[in-house]
């Protein structure tokens, strides 16, 4: 095999391999459970989070390839298993739980906010200890993706809010002069 010549050294781009494929494994657990939840969601906002989880799902895919594809650009292997995705992902699994859709929105959310958190620091990474600065924009652009998505999520539980016992809660509205600065 004809070693990469880059301006990476192996142990460089090692390093940022090994958090793309953390990347990858979230993101892969990330789509998992927005499927299900797409699937399995009920109740009178069934439409409109259906509809937003599709997009979502979508884009998380469209993700999972351009990750995979970094790790190869790099010249090493995604993570392409199962076990592998549980092992290396900061996201748990809820396993033989079903939320109602309230809880699905506040799951999705925590997930893409962890999401975030952890491509910050991989960002970081990226950048101070492994000097490849293509990977670090590459993961600023997913990061902007994922507070897109949990900006979307939390505005769907803001102001006239779904309780956890699926009712609307009125009195639970943010005021409207809390919002206008």
Known sequence: MRPLNIGLSQEQRQGVIDLLNRDLSDAYLLLIKTKKYHWDVVGP?????????????????????????????????????????????????????????????????????????????????????????GTADFLTGLMEQHEEMAWMLRSFIEGEQITPDGKLSSDLRVPVEANSR
């Open 45 to 133: 906002q069934f439409r409109s989070l259906h509809t937003l989880w599709e997009e979502h799902y979508t884009a998380l895919t469209a993700n999972i390839d351009a990750l995979a594809e970094r790790v190869r650009a790099l010249g090493g292997y995604p993570i392409g298993t199962a076990k592998g995705f549980l092992e290396n992902s900061s996201i748990k699994e809820e396993a033989g739980t079903l939320p109602n859709a309230y809880g699905m929105v506040e799951n999705l959310v925590s997930d893409h906010e962890l999401i975030i958190r952890n491509l910050r620091d991989h960002v970081d990474q990226c950048g101070d200890n492994f000097h490849d600065q």
